[in-house]
């Protein structure tokens, strides 16, 4: 079946504009995750979402970046007055109850 | 606080060679599951291999297997047979026992980039 998408694949924009991150889970996943991932580092955690539960933010970075989530279908990350150090590749992952992560591509945001 | 380190930015390997991949991860908690993860240069993240805390047996996928040592608090990824196609970056990962409901963040390390030549 259809994989984990994500939209756009690359996004380049000027410091301090906003920016919207779109993720597509695989159907019937009911959590979904965010992560960052800086250059030729290890991921963070950003934001999960749970079924109806109120979502984990516990890793967003700054009140600039948001989620939503609409029921368990899409997301969007919004990153408000994006910074240079915004840049990375945003990585959405979903799963079902057996725990494993599947992710999508990535979107590459250069913030110029 | 958990905490999963890969110390070896760096291996390369001969194709058709075996190669270990080294993870050690620091946590409390007595119910853990550990993930290895592939990142070749695209950019996805593709998973490998799980190995949960109370399994008795190593975890294997094909040519992937787990050197799980829970008292050395070690989760080594083993390739057998290497491929270039297994060129890539590994990731290993833990899932964080202190979120709730089942559904846990992932903590991963730095990862290691593995070079398979011909």
């Known amino acids: 079946g259809a994989g984990v998408s994500q939209s756009p694949s690359n996004k380049v924009t000027e410091k301090g504009k906003d920016v919207e991150l779109r993720c597509d889970p695989i159907?019937?996943?009911?959590?979904l995750y965010w992560y960052r991932q800086r250059l030729g580092q290890g991921l963070e955690f950003l934001i999960y979402f749970q079924g109806n539960s109120a979502p984990d933010k516990s890793g967003l970075p700054s009140d600039r970046f948001s989620a939503e989530r609409t029921g368990e279908s899409v997301s969007t990350l919004t990153i408000q007055r994006t910074q240079q150090e915004d840049s990375a590749v945003y990585l959405c992952?979903?799963?079902?109850?057996?725990?494993?992560?599947?992710f999508g591509p990535g979107t590459r945001l250069t913030v110029l | 606080a958990q905490k999963i380190t890969q110390t070896q930015p760096g291996m390369f390997v001969q194709e058709k060679e075996a190669v270990t991949l080294d993870c050690t991860y620091d946590?409390?908690?007595?119910?853990?599951?550990l993930f290895w993860y592939k990142q070749p240069s695209s950019g996805e993240m593709i998973f490998l291999i799980y190995q949960g805390s109370y399994d008795q047996q190593n975890a294997t996928e094909g040519r992937y297997s787990l050197n799980f040592q829970k008292a050395r608090k070690s989760a080594n990824l083993v390739i057998s047979a290497s491929q270039l196609g297994d060129s890539a970056m590994y990731f290993c990962?833990?899932?964080?026992?202190?979120?709730?409901?089942?559904?846990?963040?992932?903590?991963f390390g730095a990862g290691t980039r593995l070079a398979v030549h011909p």
């Open positions: 990962a833990m899932r964080d026992p202190q979120s709730s409901g089942g559904y846990n963040k992932l903590i």
């Open positions: 992952a979903s799963s079902d109850v057996l725990d494993t992560q599947y």
């Open positions: 946590t409390s908690d007595p119910s853990y599951g």
């Open positions: 159907s019937g996943h009911t959590a």
